[in-house]
């Protein structure tokens, strides 16, 4: 069942690149953007990733935390995220629960893969409501990063 605006964001517990346990729940009283992407190491990924990394000040400057989500291990986010310098959690949903819980799931992906998480984009407000939602169906394309920012801005 898709998530619209308005929902409540499911609440859930990941491991991060550092191997600490981090749930949505720990970030109350901020805003979130909540990014799952398919794969670390991929084009497209690596792309947007960065691209979050290159404005991380605009996204401080709206209140909001950044948290991506992808069913890598996390010892290759680990990996992702030094290579690329991210600075923000990359969090492991190797048995796929989370990106389930936000009907954020390719049932098939390319090369034969299944249970990828589909790139998508929630802005999540201060009281864990979501305020944005875009599941992309096409592993190519990249959020609206212009509406992220819009959702954000319209919350402070």
């Not at 749930?23 to 691209?51: I, M, S």
């Not at 030094?82 to 796929?96: T, V």
């Not at 984009?121 to 609206?144: C, H, M, R, T, W």
């Amino acid at each position: 069942m898709a998530l619209n605006v308005g929902d409540k964001a499911p609440n859930f517990k990941l491991y991060n690149s550092d191997k600490a346990e981090v749930a949505l729940k720990d970030f109350k009283g901020q805003n979130v953007v909540l990014l799952f992407f398919p794969l670390a190491f991929t084009g497209v990924c690596t792309t947007e990733l960065c691209t979050m990394r290159d404005n991380i000040a605009d996204y401080k400057g709206l209140d909001a935390q950044i948290v991506a989500v992808s069913v890598d291990s996390l010892f290759t986010l680990d990996k992702f995220k030094a290579e690329q310098k991210l600075n923000f959690p990359l969090l492991s949903d190797f048995n796929k629960k989370v990106s389930k819980k936000y009907d954020t799931i390719y049932k098939d992906f390319v090369l034969g893969m299944k249970g990828v998480s589909k790139r998508s984009a929630f802005v999540i407000d201060k009281k864990g409501i979501i305020q944005y939602a875009e599941v992309l169906e096409s592993a190519g394309d990249l959020p609206n990063f212009d509406a992220v920012k819009a959702a954000l801005a319209n919350l402070n």
